[in-house]
């Protein structure tokens, strides 16, 4: 089974950078893809970026809200994925939320970890 | 890429059926039968309850169903349930490869 916990959040001010991780604590973590979403305080949820696995080497895709500010990384040895969150933005203020996209859809969730920007 | 559009919100009694409907273009929705459907408990980790369209994953009551037509996507809850109370998020990928949710609609047991 797959088990995803989200860590990393915090208070942070803008223009400053954190990391989020995302660790798996069940099967084999290498043969899928993971992704990131969040959910900003009383506002839906919102796709942010996934990493393909390695077999498809390891790309990326991000959205334009996110683009050139944050990168999602893995690191399959130590069952791991990264956000790497720069530049940012009060807006970026949600509970982030890691997921395995299996296919098309995101089938297993992290318990969400909490970004709060401001000064 | 805009978010899909969801109605904000829909309720029922108990026993009775509710749609929700998710409208996109044809570089999302229309474009791929990739649509899935999320049940999300304020609080809670949000819950896969539809892929592909109108598949059912292992766990979820058959009162949910899912379909498509053209540019937009349905939920339907049929013998809606107490524990039915949540927000319901649709979702598809892109083609861009990219993927984008819908704006979310609150579902109410009156």
């Known amino acids: 089974e797959v088990q995803l916990v989200d860590s990393g959040g915090g208070l942070v001010q803008p223009g400053r950078s954190l990391r989020l991780s995302c660790k798996n604590s069940g099967s084999t973590f290498g043969n899928y893809a993971l992704t990131w979403v969040r959910q900003a305080p009383g506002k839906g949820l919102e796709w942010v970026a996934f990493?393909?696995?390695?077999?498809?080497?390891?790309?990326?895709e991000y959205a334009a809200s996110v683009k050139g500010r944050f990168t999602i990384s893995r690191d399959d040895s130590k069952g791991i994925a990264y956000l790497q969150m720069n530049s940012l933005k009060t807006e970026d203020t949600a509970v982030y939320y890691c997921s395995r996209l299996y296919y098309y859809y995101f089938d297993y969730w992290g318990q969400g970890t909490l970004v709060t920007v401001s000064s | 890429q805009s978010a899909l559009t969801q109605p904000r919100s829909v309720s029922g009694s108990p026993g009775q059926s509710v749609t929700i409907s998710c409208t996109g273009t044809s570089s999302d929705v229309g474009g791929y039968n990739y649509v899935s459907w999320y049940q999300h408990h304020p609080g809670k980790t949000p819950k896969l309850m539809i892929y592909?369209?109108?598949e059912r994953p292992s766990g979820v009551p058959d009162r949910f169903s899912g379909s498509k037509s053209g540019n937009t996507a349905s939920l339907t809850i049929s013998g809606l349930q107490a524990e039915d109370e949540a927000d319901y998020y649709c979702?598809?990928?892109?083609?861009?490869?990219?993927?984008?949710f819908g704006t979310g609609t609150e579902v109410t047991v009156l």
């Open positions: 592909d369209v109108s």
């Open positions: 990493i393909r696995s390695k077999t498809y080497g390891e790309t990326t």
């Open positions: 979702c598809s990928c892109t083609d861009i490869s990219t993927y984008v």
